[in-house]
């Protein structure tokens, strides 16, 4: 949900010119959740498979959870120090 309702926004804000910040800050909403995500599954790592991360059943959906997180981090700290624009 929080993906739809932020990847919306983005459209709007990229066919429109309108909405900026509101895409802007869905994207923010998203990093937030993907980190909640991240964090809930690494406890839920550790406790079925005694890893934190990159157990061997998980191995890619961490890897590549890894690289969005680190994209949608990026994005987060262009746009607070400014440097998007």
Do not use: N
């Not at 949900?1 to 994207?27: D, K, P, Y």
């Not at 909403?29 to 998980?58: H, N, Q, S």
């Amino acid at each position: 949900l929080v993906f739809l309702v932020s990847l919306t926004l983005v459209l709007r804000f990229l066919v429109t010119g309108q909405g900026e910040q509101a895409a802007a800050a869905s994207v923010l909403a998203k990093t937030l959740t993907l980190y909640t995500i991240m964090v809930t599954g690494c406890i839920w790592e550790k406790v079925v498979f005694d890893r934190w991360l990159f157990a061997p059943a998980f191995y890619w959906e961490d890897l590549f959870s890894m690289v969005v997180l680190v994209l949608h981090t990026a994005y987060v700290v262009a746009w607070w120090s400014g440097t998007l624009s």
